[in-house]
């Protein structure tokens, strides 16, 4: 009986203190240490920019994961990363996407993102660039996760021989939905072997006049069901054992591709204006490594039971962490389990009422996020009376199929509320305007022009992060010395 009493009294206490003493007094039923990390509730005070729950790329993963969290009740936040939508939204034809016979990765992709929206989740357009991991909550630039889920993907891997960089974007590219305008009725090459290469193929096939796909290897590593779409193409030639020795160009653009036979050791030459990488991707881990371990390939370790690393807290889903089956519908289960390892984790912390109202009160807004819209231009005879009767303009073109340029739209509207008392910000679809890219010779996107005085005075070709798009019009219309 006396047992009974005392556990009683410790019960009563402990219940007592979590609604009188607020977070001080709750952290006592959560307060343990995971990898040297302090889990107590005090440590959210004085906090701003508090997210429940944050996830970190965009793709089937991400998405997947958000849409269970803000179902749940959870407060989500996702940061799309550099590439919205992730790889799958380059695809021109899906057909192993669970209750979809047949549709491309950009629709399928917007649907799931609008479900996303539908549930609340917040999406952000944005490349988180500083983390602190060694701290809970986890820091994210300048916001606060309770939770973390990591869902970076994978880029796609360069060869790293010699010309490479140097003609990378002048001719080396890798995203065929942006930039098949570039090869219609011209000779393309795609270097790889797997499928990534053979939906390459695919994709450029309606555009290309010939396509020559370039193997290292003596046979096609690609799903047959998907090797066989291209064999039979009479515009397509497969040539195997061929390693690139190096990109040949002018100075100013590529003009065509060094190889040699991995058998004959026979060398031989490719005349081509434009090449398509696509030999695999490399994990986007490396903002993790002073903090989660990674595999000798740069895969996050985790236990795929539940998607969780070795920081309590912190899950992992898609390609960043899968270096086996690298599907869509695995990225998909990979984020539903993450965030269902969240909740969990989650249901520690907001049991609480006070607890719950403090990160409220103190959650991360979207709306704090100053942007300004940017509008469209959609003819040559608006475009000209526009660069008449404004002093300063800046012009981005764009394509609504291209990732990189959906990366940098709200990045883009930002800087147009900073320098909105100063230069007009506006926007011209590629594809629509066939017009004006042609005056300008514009191929590459996203590409920014500067205009002065109705006089084009700079251009950029990818641009990605804010300084850098910032430090571009600053130079460019010497704003530093002030207009």
Request: charged share 25%; glycine share 8%.
């Amino acid at each position: 009986m006396r047992n009974r009493i005392i556990l009683y009294a410790v019960f009563t206490g402990l219940i007592t203190a979590a609604f009188t003493g607020g977070i001080t007094a709750l952290r006592l039923l959560f307060s343990k240490k995971s990898n040297h990390i302090d889990y107590d509730l005090k440590n959210l005070n004085n906090k701003k920019n508090i997210i429940p729950l944050a996830i970190l790329g965009s793709g089937p993963a991400g998405l997947s994961a958000a849409i269970y969290g803000a179902r749940s009740g959870i407060s989500t936040v996702m940061f799309t990363g550099p590439k919205p939508g992730g790889q799958l939204k380059d695809g021109l034809l899906i057909e192993n996407w669970p209750g979809v016979k047949k549709d491309s990765g950009l629709n399928i992709m917007n649907q799931l993102e609008k479900q996303a929206q539908d549930f609340g989740v917040t999406i952000v357009n944005k490349t988180i660039k500083d983390i602190d991991l060694s701290t809970w909550p986890f820091k994210i630039d300048d916001c606060w996760a309770l939770s973390l889920i990591i869902a970076t993907g994978s880029t796609p891997k360069q060869l790293g021989v010699k010309n490479e960089q140097k003609y990378w974007i002048k001719g080396i590219l890798s995203c065929p939905l942006c930039d098949a305008h570039l090869i219609k009725n011209k000779n393309t090459v795609v270097i790889g072997g797997g499928d990534f290469a053979v939906e390459r193929v695919i994709q450029l096939s309606p555009y290309a006049k010939g396509i020559t796909l370039l193997l290292t290897t003596g046979k096609v590593r690609a799903i047959y069901d998907m090797y066989k779409k291209i064999k039979d193409f009479p515009h397509v030639k497969i040539l195997f054992n061929k390693d690139i020795e190096s990109f040949q160009g002018d100075e100013k653009r590529l003009t065509g591709i060094n190889i040699i036979d991995t058998k004959t050791g026979e060398r031989s030459h490719i005349k081509t204006k434009w090449a398509f990488l696509s030999i695999g991707f490399k994990p986007n881990s490396e903002l993790f490594k002073d903090y989660l371990d990674l595999d000798d390939q740069g895969y996050i370790k985790h236990d795929p039971k539940n998607q969780a690393t070795k920081i309590q807290g912190i899950y992992v889903a898609g390609n960043v962490s899968d270096n086996t089956y690298k599907q869509a519908s695995t990225a998909s289960g990979d984020g539903t389990k993450a965030a269902a390892s969240a909740i969990k984790f989650l249901s520690n912390i907001l049991v609480d009422k006070e607890v719950k109202t403090f990160i409220k009160q103190n959650e991360y807004n979207q709306d704090q996020e100053k942007l300004l819209k940017i509008n469209d231009i959609n003819s040559l005879e608006q475009f000209d009376e526009i660069i008449k009767q404004d002093k300063y303009l800046f012009i981005e073109f764009y394509s609504p199929l291209c990732s990189l340029c959906k990366s940098v739209e709200d990045i883009v509207s930002s800087l147009a509320y900073k320098y909105k008392d100063k230069i007009k910000f506006y926007k011209i679809d590629l594809i629509k305007n066939k017009e004006i890219t042609k005056k300008y010779n514009v191929s590459l996107i996203p590409e920014f022009f500067l205009f002065k005085d109705s006089k084009l005075i700079a251009r950029k070709t990818e641009l990605l992060n804010e300084n850098q798009i910032s430090e571009f019009i600053d130079k460019g219309l010497n704003l530093k010395n002030g207009l």
